[in-house]
């Protein structure tokens, strides 16, 4: 075997650490793995649904058993390459921020191929200071920024002030505000958004090159984590390496879905689809992939179960028998199956009707409905509150993920109990 450079050993090491972490800590089902098979210029398309998606995907498709392998190259947000990305995680206690924001992850990035990718809506203006630090130096804060931007800082820390000053950690909560070329005095707003054109072309033609090489590209598409629970709409990335790219492509759906309204550990269910050629132009390419990936989606009582309680508050129903709803998951689970949907088949066999008793928990204890002897009672006030992320809103958030998947293929059949299109609630 030959010697791994230090590069080499960061790559497999975090990916092996990658690949046993989630076969220890969730239930982890993977179906068609070996559908991947490593060939050249194949550009692995993922939906993303959590950032727990990066830690399982990859390292499930490189160590699939297939051989021979080929490098896996990585499409990653931007702002991981600056200094103190860590600290953004506001899941993580104030003191340890502060130490996290001195922390760079460059070097250990390039380790594991991970390219950077700018995303302009979640841009912020502490990325774009850096970005200005970074290739014209440390210049004033007043020469630099509007001065309605810069009156804040350089009252704090005089008439002096400059980028790297205001880049400490004292004002780091300051520059989480989305970054606007506005906010730049006027001489620098030329200069900026040129650099940005470049800066973006440059991205672009990097992830290509990846591809041209014969090596194969990991990209998700939606560019952002569904805040919702809907397959998003897909940004310009996707496109635009297609249309740079100079060899003949290959396209590897991959789906990845969370059955998470259940006891025990977080069930993750992982579906590798079939290679597929890109279509006669990028915008075609893109719609394949759309479909390509709903159609792999696995429909598991989380979203089920969830659609059809959704349905019933939003037709005004403010009681239902639980024994009849646990039937009617079970009725819909099938007419799914029978439309050509891919359904869980711990609904479809003997143990569904503890499955959905399971959910009606769950539910019960997070508050979504209230429950006296047979009669269910949606908690309304608690399944309308917004945001519907998947841990303040879950019912919502997986009742979302199966509305936008049928959307996307196209299918309507519902069981006729739940025949009517759910008003606006």
């Known amino acids: 075997m030959r010697d791994l450079a230090p590069r080499d050993l960061v790559y497999y090491g975090v990916g092996a650490l990658?690949?046993?972490?989630?076969?220890?800590?969730?239930?982890?089902?993977?179906?068609?793995?070996?559908?991947?098979?490593?060939?050249?210029?194949?550009?692995?398309?993922?939906?993303?649904?959590?950032?727990?998606?990066?830690?399982?995907v990859p390292p499930t498709l490189y160590f699939n058993g297939v051989r021979p392998k080929r490098p896996l190259w990585f499409a990653g947000r931007e702002d991981m390459f600056l200094r103190g990305f860590l600290a953004s995680y506001q899941v993580v206690p104030r003191w340890l921020r502060r130490l996290l924001h001195k922390i760079d992850l460059t070097a250990v990035l390039a380790a594991l191929r991970i390219l950077p990718v700018?995303?302009?809506?979640?841009?912020?203006?502490?990325?774009?200071?850096?970005?200005?630090?970074?290739?014209?130096?440390?210049?004033?804060?007043?020469?630099?920024?509007?001065?309605?931007?810069?009156?804040?800082?350089?009252?704090?820390?005089?008439?002096?002030?400059?980028?790297?000053?205001?880049?400490?950690?004292?004002f780091y909560d300051h520059w989480r505000c989305r970054a606007t070329l506005r906010g730049f005095a006027p001489p620098w707003r030329d200069v900026l958004r040129e650099r940005q054109r470049s800066v973006v072309a440059e991205q672009m033609r990097a992830l290509a090159d990846v591809l041209d090489r014969g090596e194969n590209l990991y990209l998700a598409p939606e560019g952002v984590i569904s805040p919702d629970g809907r397959l998003q709409g897909f940004r310009s990335g996707l496109r635009q390496v297609l249309s740079l790219v100079r060899v003949e492509v290959r396209l590897q759906p991959v789906c990845i879905v969370y059955d998470f309204m259940r006891p025990g550990p977080l069930r993750v269910l992982l579906t590798v689809g079939e290679e597929a050629r890109p279509g006669a132009s990028p915008v075609e390419s893109e719609r394949t992939v759309r479909r390509a990936l709903a159609a792999l989606?696995?429909?598991?009582?989380?979203?089920?179960?969830?659609?059809?309680?959704?349905?019933?508050?939003?037709?005004?129903?403010?009681?239902?028998?639980?024994?009849?709803?646990?039937?009617?998951?079970?009725?819909?689970?099938?007419?799914?199956?029978?439309?050509?949907?891919?359904v869980d088949p711990e609904l479809l066999g003997d143990r569904g009707h503890a499955r959905v008793s399971q959910w009606l928990s769950y539910a019960t204890r997070r508050g979504l409905l209230t429950r006296r002897g047979d009669t269910l009672q949606p908690g309304a006030d608690r399944m309308?509150?917004?945001?519907?992320?998947?841990?303040?809103?879950?019912?919502?958030?997986?009742?979302?993920?199966?509305?936008?998947?049928?959307?996307?293929?196209?299918?309507?059949?519902?069981?006729?109990?739940?025949?009517?299109?759910?008003?606006?609630?």
């Open 18 to 56: 990658f690949y046993l972490a989630p076969r220890l800590l969730y239930a982890l089902q993977v179906q068609d793995a070996a559908r991947y098979r490593h060939r050249p210029s194949t550009l692995l398309v993922v939906n993303h649904k959590r950032d727990l998606d990066s830690v399982i």
């Open 297 to 342: 989606h696995v429909m598991t009582c989380t979203q089920v179960a969830s659609h059809l309680l959704w349905d019933l508050l939003c037709q005004g129903r403010t009681t239902v028998e639980a024994s009849g709803f646990v039937r009617d998951v079970l009725d819909f689970a099938g007419a799914l199956s029978r439309q050509g949907m891919r």
């Open 384 to 425: 309308l509150e917004a945001p519907a992320t998947h841990w303040r809103n879950p019912l919502r958030y997986a009742a979302n993920e199966l509305r936008s998947i049928r959307e996307i293929l196209g299918e309507e059949t519902r069981p006729e109990a739940y025949a009517s299109e759910p008003a606006a609630p």
């Open 118 to 170: 700018r995303r302009f809506p979640e841009r912020t203006m502490a990325e774009a200071l850096h970005e200005v630090l970074q290739a014209y130096g440390d210049r004033p804060l007043a020469e630099v920024l509007a001065p309605q931007e810069a009156e804040p800082v350089v009252g704090l820390c005089g008439p002096g002030a400059t980028l790297s000053a205001a880049l400490a950690w004292r």
